[in-house]
């Protein structure tokens, strides 16, 4: 019988990681990442969440840094003049053609009405011998119950009070006059007796200024009280061209322009802007540094000519008692109100406006004009681009 033996197989037996070399590593390694992942879960995840509840700003190590949202720019206020239309914003004063007037002259605004002269031909002299109120939204007007003493009306202006007005004689001297608009009884009074000249009045409240020839080399400018109907000098010039530079009254002030005594400068060349507020004795002056001629203020900024209505003639303003800003040259006239200074160059008006130191044209291209005066935030000037007859425009400015 043949022995059984039993085949010996040679086996190897598998050893795990854990009981390898490798296995206390990997182990430590595992334990690492478990403590490095959870490190991370709580930077990344848990802490951005968590500390801004209890108001701490925290970002993770390495995250990108946010983009700053861009600071939103204010929206730029747009001036008033951005969309003016010269052509749309002039106003034309209508009248009944009938009436048979071929003139107009000194037109005037307040509170929204305009007053003005009106004249036809009476012995083959144009003359002025009505006074109208113009309501330019019904625009109509109505003729002034005021009887003429001379030849015709100049420079009336009124307020919510006062009329008043040049009854003047046509080569010089006449009466200024003043009419209580608040009493329907009332009739003209005299302010004065006017012998040379034809004086333009200044209306502020109720008082009214004007500089009058009252000499051979002597001229006065004179402040009445209208309700008292007190005339004062408050200023005497002698022997200079002063005289016949107008003063302005304005908010109370009354401004005018002399020699500058100070000796700087030639005295006919530099100039001295005197103000004097009603009630007050004392009187401020300012030196220009220029020549000046019809300065005008609105209470914060004051303007004026260099010359006497010469074909340069500069147009300045300063602001405060600042240094003189010019503004244009070949200047005519101008006119002043609370935001800006309207003023007639090569025939044509313009303003210039405070706010933005710009420059725009107020009447329509093409043309021409005479500059009449500014009133009311109103720019008033003459179309004369043809002479058939005397047409007034006026333009409201924003």
């Known amino acids: 019988m043949k022995a059984r033996y039993r085949r010996r ?12 070399n490798w296995g206390p590593v990997l182990a430590f390694l595992a334990t690492v990442l478990g403590v490095a992942g ?35 720019r204010p929206t730029a206020t747009p001036n008033p003049m951005d969309g003016f239309d010269a052509a749309e914003a002039e106003t034309e004063v209508v009248f009944d053609a009938s009436s048979n007037y071929r003139w107009f002259g000194d ?32 625009r109509a007007a109505t003729k002034a119950d005021i009887a003429l003493q001379h030849a015709h009306f100049m420079y009336p202006k009124f307020n919510a009070r006062w009329l008043v007005y040049l009854d003047a004689e046509l ?15 009332a009739e003209p009074v005299l302010i004065k007796e006017v012998y040379t000249g034809q004086p333009e009045p200044m209306l502020d409240g109720d008082c009214v200024a004007w500089t009058e020839r009252t000499g051979t080399r002597m001229d006065k400018l004179f402040v009445c009280d209208l309700n008292s109907l007190e005339t004062t000098v408050v200023h005497m010039f002698s022997n200079n061209s002063y005289g016949q530079s107008l003063p302005c009254f304005y908010g109370g002030t009354l401004i005018w322009a002399d020699v500058d005594s100070s000796g700087s400068g030639d005295a006919e060349d530099t100039s001295v802007i005197y103000s004097m507020t009603m009630g007050s004795p004392s009187i401020s002056t300012y030196s220009a540094g220029v020549y000046v001629h019809d300065p005008e203020t609105n209470g914060v900024y004051t303007a004026w000519l260099d010359a006497h209505h010469a074909p340069e003639t500069g147009l300045y303003y300063s602001k405060a008692g600042g240094r003189p800003v010019k503004i244009a040259s070949g200047v005519v006239e101008f006119g002043m109100a609370d935001s800006f200074i309207a003023y007639c160059r090569d025939e044509a008006i313009y303003a210039y406006r405070f706010d933005n130191g710009q ?28 002479r058939e007859r005397d047409i007034i425009k006026f333009s409201r400015l924003p």
């Open 9 to 20: 197989r040679n086996y190897r037996r598998r050893r795990s990681l854990s009981a390898s």
């Open 38 to 72: 959870a490190v991370a879960l709580l930077i990344f995840v848990g802490l951005p969440k968590l500390l801004p509840l209890v108001g701490i700003d925290f970002r993770a190590p390495f995250a990108p840094t946010p983009t700053a949202a861009p600071t939103p």
């Open 107 to 138: 037109p005037y605004m307040f509170g929204g009405r305009m007053v003005f002269s009106a004249g036809k031909l009476v012995d083959s002299k144009a003359e002025l011998i009505d006074l109208y109120f113009y309501e330019p939204g019904a």
């Open 171 to 185: 080569n010089g001297g006449g009466a200024l006059m003043a009419l209580d608009l608040a009493d329907p009884a």
């Open 359 to 386: 420059t725009y044209r107020i009447s329509a291209e093409y043309e021409k004009t005479q500059f009449l005066g500014v009133s009311d935030s109103c720019v008033i000037w003459m179309d004369v681009t043809s």
